[in-house]
């Protein structure tokens, strides 16, 4: 077990320094707070703990000299990680590597509300020395709600050479996504995203926010629904959920991006319909994950094929569709 002792909540004034002006607000915050890693500055941004002269900023946002911030510093929850012996479905394991199916409605990392439970649990029981790697190994991560492959790392040096390889975008991830509204060809989606200006729990596509591509595919249309097969380029959080919803395209369950509901359809048979609204989860699906192993240097890829509540309702659109 891993246990941190929280440190007292406090809250900080300051103003921007005129040698300062002009530069990113994590940069200057980085500058006038030496304690605190630029990451986890930038982390209080965008978790809209950082105040610039009254309003919530980006960290890309320039500052001017004499420019108020106020930072609120929260209280960390006493972090406990523990193992528990919790099914994991794995696909593969050798020394270096374990790569799993994560089920939708698991959370991959504990966090406020979910200390037990999670992924990271699982793992530290299946493969205890996972205690000495930062994150328990865990390389990315997928939503909750979003199911299919996601690949753990058993050392830090593997851990290590694993996020190189996301950042040089040499690790193939591929999703199924099934999207309401019919989409007639592929295509592919180049638009930045980051932290939405109110709704902080939330992304979506910002002129300032981290470039992000998407590619996508039709692997079959239906009535009012599409299933896609979707390419990530880059990994920026909830990408292809912000993407989707940016062309009109939503996924299909989503409750944060509009894609719940069944709608009206003219034809559409009661039994697809009650699916539909019943679906309360976004459907999409880490289908394939590629990469070279780190140690020997060999190709590898795995499938998943999608959990049974997607298959299901995959099934029942597509028997509609043939109606």
Same mark, same amino acid.
């Given at each position: 077990?891993?246990?941190?002792?929280?440190?007292?909540?406090?809250?900080?004034?300051?103003?921007?320094?005129?040698?300062?002006?002009?530069?990113?607000? !994590?940069?200057?915050?980085?500058?006038?707070?030496?304690?605190?890693?630029?990451?986890?500055?930038?982390?209080?941004?965008?978790?809209?703990?950082?105040?610039? !002269?009254?309003?919530?900023?980006?960290?890309?946002?320039?500052?001017?000299?004499?420019?108020?911030?106020?930072?609120?510093?929260?209280?960390?929850?006493?972090?406990?990680?523990?193992?528990?012996?919790?099914?994991?479905?794995?696909?593969?394991?050798?020394?270096?590597?374990?790569?799993?199916?994560?089920?939708?409605?698991?959370?991959?990392?504990?966090?406020?509300?979910?200390?037990?439970?999670?992924?990271?649990?699982?793992?530290?029981?299946?493969?205890?020395?996972?205690?000495?790697?930062?994150?328990?190994?865990?390389?990315?991560?997928?939503?909750? !709600?979003?199911?299919?492959?996601?690949?753990?790392?058993?050392?830090?040096?593997?851990?290590?050479?694993?996020?190189?390889?996301?950042?040089?975008?040499?690790?193939?991830?591929?999703?199924?996504?099934?999207?309401?509204?019919?989409?007639?060809?592929?295509?592919?989606?180049?638009?930045?995203?980051?932290?939405?200006?109110?709704?902080?729990?939330?992304?979506?596509?910002?002129?300032?926010?981290?470039?992000?591509?998407?590619?996508?595919?039709?692997?079959?249309?239906?009535?009012?629904?599409?299933?896609?097969?979707?390419?990530?380029?880059?990994?920026?959080?909830?990408?292809?959920?912000?993407?989707?919803?940016?062309?009109?395209?939503?996924?299909?369950? !989503?409750?944060?991006?509009?894609?719940?509901?069944?709608?009206?359809?003219?034809?559409?048979?009661?039994?697809?319909?009650?699916?539909?609204?019943?679906?309360?989860?976004?459907?999409?699906?880490?289908?394939?994950?590629?990469?070279?192993?780190?140690?020997?240097?060999?190709?590898?890829?795995?499938?998943?094929?999608?959990?049974?509540?997607?298959?299901?309702?995959?099934?029942?659109?597509?028997?509609?569709?043939?109606?």
């Amino acid at each position: 077990m891993r246990t941190t002792t929280p440190e007292p909540a406090s809250e900080i004034r300051l103003t921007v320094p005129q040698t300062l002006h002009g530069k990113r607000l !994590d940069a200057a915050l980085a500058a006038l707070l030496p304690d605190h890693s630029r990451s986890r500055l930038q982390r209080l941004v965008r978790d809209g703990h950082v105040r610039l !002269d009254d309003r919530v900023p980006e960290c890309s946002d320039k500052v001017a000299a004499g420019a108020r911030i106020e930072m609120e510093l929260p209280e960390p929850a006493e972090l406990s990680w523990k193992a528990q012996p919790i099914p994991l479905e794995v696909i593969h394991e050798d020394g270096a590597l374990l790569v799993i199916n994560k089920p939708p409605g698991m959370v991959v990392h504990p966090g406020a509300g979910n200390a037990e439970g999670t992924l990271l649990n699982a793992v530290m029981h299946h493969a205890p020395s996972l205690e000495t790697v930062p994150r328990a190994g865990i390389v990315h991560r997928l939503d909750k !709600d979003t199911s299919g492959l996601l690949v753990v790392a058993k050392t830090d040096a593997v851990r290590l050479r694993l996020v190189r390889e996301l950042q040089a975008r040499r690790i193939k991830r591929e999703y199924l996504a099934l999207v309401r509204g019919v989409v007639r060809i592929g295509g592919s989606v180049t638009a930045p995203i980051g932290r939405h200006p109110v709704h902080r729990t939330r992304m979506s596509v910002q002129p300032r926010g981290k470039e992000a591509t998407s590619h996508y595919s039709v692997k079959a249309a239906y009535r009012s629904h599409t299933l896609l097969r979707v390419r990530l380029e880059s990994g920026r959080t909830h990408q292809i959920r912000v993407h989707m919803v940016h062309i009109g395209h939503p996924v299909m369950g !989503d409750p944060v991006y509009g894609g719940h509901g069944a709608g009206a359809v003219k034809g559409q048979g009661a039994r697809v319909t009650e699916l539909l609204r019943g679906f309360r989860r976004q459907a999409l699906h880490a289908e394939r994950l590629g990469l070279s192993h780190p140690e020997t240097g060999e190709p590898m890829e795995w499938t998943a094929p999608m959990p049974a509540d997607m298959r299901a309702l995959v099934e029942a659109l597509a028997e509609d569709a043939r109606s």
